[in-house]
């Protein structure tokens, strides 16, 4: 999942980011509503956290921009004012959630998964190929009987491998989706941890390269078609 965070008290964005990092999730940061919405028309994000009460460009304005244009980003926005009539008025530009401060971390997750679940498309919680399962909730895989430790990279991309159907996805799409505005796209990151990822769901390996365009994990439905 590819997050945003706009939100002008740096320690809190910085504090939300960490901890949004520790649950395996890519994300930004902006300090500012301009910068936020720079980063939003450049990348596409499974989700937004914005404050609402942002100097110069309003996290209303940002909302209410980033929803006209069409884009199918989630915004999950944050207040300093829990009160009835500021949630509404949030809601109405938009947004589709709504979190007041202060607020406990462990909400802030739910939240953001949530709203994460219901991006386009959305993804079911438990993704399967072969005999591989991967549950997005409760942060495990499994192929067949066993369980398989993977770091939270190693997670991101079999998840973004699985959510694609059987369809290849490209390097790029990979280091976009999993990693985030910081990471060097001439790097070897991408390969040196589908190499890792490979060894540990182990033999016969069920991560394809497809020479030329990235990697695919067969769907169950093709490789049975294949077996027909």
Known sequence: MRILVVEDEKPLAD??????????????VAYDGESGQEKASITRYDVLVLDRDL???SGDELCSRLVSSGELT??????????????V???????????????AFAELIARVRALGRRATPAQPPLLTALELALDSARRTVHRGDGEV????????????????????????????????????????????????LRKK?????????VVGSGYRVPSASRAEHARD
């Open 15 to 28: 504090a939300i980011v960490r901890g949004l990092r520790r649950e395996g999730m890519a994300v930004d």
């Open 55 to 57: 100097p110069g460009m």
């Open 74 to 87: 989630r915004v999950l926005m944050l207040t300093a004012s829990g009160a009835v009539e500021d949630r």
């Open 89 to 103: 008025a949030g809601l109405s530009l938009g947004a589709d959630d709504y979190l007041a401060k202060p607020f």
């Open 149 to 196: 430790e993977l770091t939270r990279k190693e997670f991101g991309v079999l998840e973004v491998l699985l959510s694609a159907g059987g369809a290849v996805v490209s390097s790029e799409e990979l280091l976009e989706r999993v990693w985030d505005e910081n990471a060097d796209p001439f790097t070897t990151t991408v390969r040196v941890t589908m190499m890792t």
């Open 201 to 209: 769901l182990g033999e016969p390996s069920i991560i394809e390269t």
